[in-house]
């Protein structure tokens, strides 16, 4: 499986951006896509997460209200919808995929995920 994850850039505070994961080399019609993000000097942070198994989603408290996952089964790619983006959303985000059904209690743990994408800058500055 690969992922490729694009969309970031430079955005204003209050902007909106769209984040894309495009999964390839899939073996299964089951599995899951999670967005973490990493802003320097600080852990890796589950952010969001979609289930093709069942449809489930969920999101941290952090993003809820701001940020919207879906994805597109016919191109298989995840998408994350940024809306009144805050300097503190600055960051890498990457993407990651689970084979299967996701633990839904832990859903934004790191180890939860067997393959991730290299990684999108997202800067909200003025």
């Known amino acids: 499986v690969q992922l490729q994850a694009s969309g970031g850039g430079l955005v204003q505070p209050g902007g909106s951006l769209t984040l894309s994961c495009a999964a390839s080399?899939?073996?299964?019609?089951?599995?899951?896509i999670g967005w973490f993000r990493q802003a320097p000097g600080k852990e890796r942070e589950g952010i969001s997460y979609?289930?093709?198994?069942?449809?489930?989603?969920n999101y941290a408290d952090s993003v809820k209200g701001r940020f919207t996952i879906s994805r597109d089964d016919s191109k298989n790619t995840v998408y994350l919808q940024m809306k009144s983006l805050e300097p503190q959303d600055t960051a890498v985000y990457y993407c990651?995929?689970?084979?299967?059904?996701?633990?839904?209690?832990?859903?934004?743990?790191?180890?939860?995920?067997?393959?991730w994408g290299q990684g999108t800058l997202v800067t909200v500055s003025s």
């Open positions: 080399g899939l073996t299964s019609d089951y599995y899951a």
């Open positions: 979609i289930s093709s198994y069942d449809g489930s989603s």
């Open positions: 990651a995929f689970r084979i299967g059904a996701i633990t839904k209690p832990h859903w934004d743990w790191v180890h939860e995920y067997d393959y």
